[in-house]
């Protein structure tokens, strides 16, 4: 069975400081590993997901995750904060075989503050 | 296109009743799968359908089922409501392709359920 462990359920930077949130996985298959983000009031918006090909991956809005087998984590980060940046963050884990299912995080909630 | 469309938005419901969740694909696609998010539990997977069967199922008891129809929509029912069952009731779709390394699941915006 597949695990994800995000670390700090609350996380807070300035506008323009890096944002890092942290990601752990478990699984005993290589995993493809996803980042969400959820505004107030919506679904889940796809940030990046990683299938196994680059280790390093570019999403949307200016974040990227990096894939480390090693450390099992899939960090998600920002060069630079923006306030729209402040949302609900979601780390998921899926195996392959067929099928869409997603193991989620318990969220991190981004406050960016001038 | 347009996105996935979950109705009604917002429900309120009293203990015992049950209560039907409709979601809507973007069109061409044929998996949907539903999550429960709530505060204590966080965002859990319900179950899967593809192409109108079950493919994958998750730790719920039967009071909640779903079918998926031939134009892929999908719904979901829940019987028998708890106080517990409150929650935002997620529908994800993505397109024909057989797993995740490359699909990519749309969320809709969610059914808002509140149980008295």
């Known amino acids: 069975a597949q695990s994800v462990t995000q670390l700090g359920s609350h996380v807070s930077v300035s506008e323009g400081a890096l944002v890092l949130l942290r990601c752990n996985y478990s699984?005993?298959?290589?995993?493809?590993l996803f980042w969400y983000v959820q505004y107030p009031n919506q679904g889940l918006q796809l940030l990046l997901k990683y299938t196994s090909a680059a280790t390093l991956v570019k999403g949307i809005n200016g974040f990227e995750a990096e894939f480390k087998k090693s450390e099992t984590s899939f960090h998600l980060t920002k060069p630079s904060a923006h306030m729209s940046d402040a949302a609900e963050y979601f780390c998921a884990v899926g195996l392959g075989g067929g099928g869409n299912k997603l193991t989620f995080g318990t969220g991190t909630q981004l406050k960016v503050e001038l | 296109k347009a996105g996935v469309t979950q109705t009604p938005r917002y429900l309120i419901k009293t203990r015992g009743q049950q209560v039907t969740l409709s979601c809507s694909p973007i069109?061409?696609?044929?998996?949907v799968s539903w999550y429960q998010q709530t505060p204590g539990q966080g965002l859990q997977f319900l179950f899967e359908?593809?192409?109108?069967?079950?493919?994958n199922k998750g730790n719920f008891p039967g009071r909640f089922s779903g079918r998926q129809f031939s134009n892929s929509r999908s719904e979901m029912n829940v019987s028998t409501l708890e106080l517990g069952d409150s929650a935002l009731y997620l529908c994800?779709?993505?397109?024909?392709?057989?797993?995740?390394?490359?699909?990519?699941?749309?969320f809709g915006p969610g059914t808002r359920l509140t149980v008295l």
């Open positions: 359908y593809f192409s109108e069967t079950q493919r």
């Open positions: 994800a779709s993505s397109s024909e392709n057989r797993d995740l390394s490359t699909d990519t699941q749309y």
């Open positions: 069109s061409g696609h044929r998996s």
């Open positions: 699984s005993s298959v290589p995993p493809y």
